[in-house]
């Protein structure tokens, strides 16, 4: 399985193909969201259908899916510094992008600034991980089993962070609103009339993307293992392809989306 980005060639019969195949089904999920994103909210066809509860689920679903099937992939790159880097300047490509063409759906810090932020965040969390796991090696996989357990709890912990609280069991803590400022926006904390139309800062969504570092951590050691080299032909591909399918599609969906509505006359309710 390659990262995506990377290019660097791995047999067919040790590469992990299906990990490949679950991030095209949930790129292929993507591209139908923001095809339909751009016909109500941007075309004005049903400026509402973004807060209808179904619409926010699926896009949680792939959006989670994204960040774990990162945090897996971590451990198959041969230099996750370049990685990250590069996707925070691809990241940085679609803010520029968008503030030119479309200021009012721009994107400030979203989904490849995250996974680029997080990829450099593993680096030295890796080597402490490492170094601990050699430490107590006859309770590995209770380590990366915790670690995992541990990982969910603080996105559940974090995971209302930008509206101004911690939900610990079950109860919302309020949260300083001095952290709410400009330069903490990164991590999670906006500032009072912050928007964006793609918005994954640190907090929460680093622990999720943790959560898949140590799930393949757990996976390793399974007969699991196995599983994940079978082979989905399309998804598997497209998966793959995921950086660049990632770049160009909105342009083209939005291309797509005038030509039907703006040119055509077709509607969608």
């Known amino acids: 399985m390659k990262k995506i980005g990377e290019n660097h060639s791995i047999k067919s019969d040790s590469w992990y193909h299906l990990i490949d195949a679950i991030r095209g089904f949930a790129l292929l999920n993507m591209l139908l969201f923001h095809f339909f994103y751009d016909v109500f909210i941007i075309f004005g066809q049903d400026t509402g259908w973004y807060r209808y509860p179904a619409v926010r689920i699926w896009q949680q679903f792939i959006c989670i899916t994204f960040l774990v099937v990162s945090g897996i ?5 041969r230099n996750n510094l370049k990685r990250g ?17 479309m200021p009012s759906q721009t994107v400030w810090f979203g989904i490849l600034n995250c996974i680029g932020c997080a990829t450099l965040l593993m680096i030295p969390l890796h080597k402490v991980f490492t170094s601990l796991a050699r430490r107590l090696s006859p309770y590995k996989a209770a380590l990366d089993v915790g670690g995992l357990v541990l990982a969910l709890l603080l996105f559940g912990l974090t995971r209302n962070v930008t509206d101004g609280y911690l939900i610990l069991a079950w109860h919302p803590i309020d949260l300083p609103h001095q ?9 999670g904390f906006p500032y009072i009339g912050f928007t964006s139309s793609d918005y994954f800062p640190i907090l929460p969504w680093f622990f999720l993307f943790l959560a898949g570092y140590f799930s393949w951590e757990v996976l390793s050691s399974t007969p699991l293992l196995k599983v994940f080299r079978i082979k989905v ?37």
Do not use: D, E
């Open 73 to 77: 992939s971590w451990h198959f790159s």
């Open 85 to 101: 880097i590069r996707l925070n300047l691809y990241g940085l490509l679609i803010t520029v992008v968008t503030l030119l063409f």
């Open 233 to 269: 032909p399309l998804l598997s591909y497209i998966g793959n392809k995921s950086i660049w399918i990632y770049l160009l599609h909105q342009p083209l969906l939005y291309v797509i989306a005038y030509l039907l509505i703006q040119l055509g006359g077709i509607t969608f309710h």
């Open 179 to 187: 952290l709410y400022t400009r330069p903490m926006t990164i991590l």
